[in-house]
């Protein structure tokens, strides 16, 4: 990562460097002035941005540029205002390097897609080691990433427990069904998950917006027959019925499904989004997927229809496909959290003999990404 030659062109508004080795990258003056680490454009304390993108003259450009000691020293005109940049730095955030070859559907690096073989290295760890050894937590929320699932196992099996679990990262997201919710048989259910009827592979709450991007499963008791729970990765579902059929993977990721909830007095939830969700560049960032909760879809064009529904049938199937899923009976004291932006939950239907009695509830990834990344920061520093 050693800076080896600068040249600045066009005027001075862009700037080629070249690392040794031969890697190159161009960098717009704007783009590096708006991005200066000197103390009057970024706060040395929390490192945020001082400045607006309006303080920064339009007519922005480089006046000069040399390379010193691994550092690479800039003059911008007109402030005549001098910024010194790291080399290394630098080589980690260059944006030259042709982002636009990625076909549509590309995930990112830290996501691995997984299907039914994968049951074998789900990831698991007891409750009392991830909150004691931050080696083994780190491990676990590097999976939940990854994966988009991880059990936990041997925690306590009492009511409530399963915060523990969202405690072990983040914070709880309370909704109209509270802090958390009861999963067991009920006579007259106000929602289908409370009856022992078994349930199609789903996202949670797709008519919230925003969705949960995260649920926690903790199992109490168990004793009924069946009740098995199954996960499947929505993004492997949505991979293959691409490589299947592009067009019905372009259908519903172009237009919008409609999903709704009104099953409770006063609580009347409504959201309009597509059922394979992709970022404006194409990244696969989210599924959408729950039959109970799917409203009448609207905004997809007559002609269209069709072909769409053709599309929303061969996801299902491939959703149901037993190849796909990765299936376990919790025991007492265990528990799963899925990523509910991408990999569905379903169980198989129970008989009124024995018990199964489940808590669920809801967080979101900001908050265990976030104390991931900072995990990863504090042991990449003590390893340096
Ligand atoms: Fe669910």
């Known amino acids: 990562m050693t800076l080896e030659h600068v040249a600045i062109f066009n005027d001075g508004q862009g700037l080629e460097l070249t690392w040794q080795g031969g890697r190159r990258a161009r960098f717009h003056a704007i783009w590096l002035r708006d991005n200066a680490q000197d103390p009057e454009t970024r706060a040395p304390g929390n490192g945020q941005r001082l400045i607006t993108i309006g303080d920064i003259p339009a007519d922005t450009r480089l006046a000069s540029a040399d390379i010193e000691n691994g550092t690479l020293q800039l003059t911008f005109a007109p402030e005549n205002k001098q910024v010194v940049f790291d080399q290394v730095w630098l080589a980690q955030h260059a944006y030259d390097c042709g982002h636009a070859a990625r076909a549509m559907g590309w995930l990112s690096d830290v996501v691995v897609p997984w299907t039914a073989d994968h049951q074998d290295q789900l990831h698991a760890a007891p409750l009392t080691q991830l909150q ?73 709450n797709p008519y919230r917006d925003p969705v949960p991007t995260l649920q926690i499963l903790y199992c109490l008791e168990n004793s009924a027959e069946g009740g098995d729970s199954l996960v499947v990765d929505g993004f492997a579902v949505a991979q293959r019925l691409k490589e299947e059929d ?72 491939i959703v149901d496909d037993p190849a796909m899923a990765m299936a376990f009976k919790l025991e007492p ?44 920061e504090t042991r990449r520093e003590a390893a340096e």
């Open 333 to 376: 004291g265990q528990s799963f959290i899925v990523d509910n932006t991408r990999v569905l939950h379903a169980r198989n239907g129970y008989s009124g003999a024995g018990s199964r009695w489940l808590q669920g509830c809801y967080a979101d990834k900001d908050g265990l990404l976030s104390t991931l990344a900072a995990l990863s």
């Open 246 to 317: 592009p067009h019905g993977f372009e259908l519903l990721s172009k237009y919008c499904a409609r999903f709704e909830y009104a099953g409770s007095d006063g609580v009347r939830l409504r959201s309009r989004r597509p059922m394979i969700e992709l970022a404006p560049d194409g990244e696969l960032i989210g599924i959408r997927f729950n039959n109970r909760s799917t409203a009448p879809i609207v905004d997809v064009p007559y002609d269209e229809m069709q072909a769409y529904y053709a599309a929303y049938r061969r996801f299902a199937e």
């Open 132 to 204: 004691s050894d931050t080696q083994a937590l780190q491990s676990w929320l590097a999976a939940v990433q990854r994966d988009g699932v991880a059990k936990v196992t041997e925690g306590p099996t009492e009511s409530g427990a399963l915060l523990q679990v969202a405690g072990l990262f983040g914070f709880v997201r309370e909704t109209n069904y509270g802090r958390w919710f009861e999963v067991r048989t009920e006579v007259n259910p106000s929602n289908l998950a409370y009856t022992g009827l078994g349930l199609q592979a789903h996202t949670d």
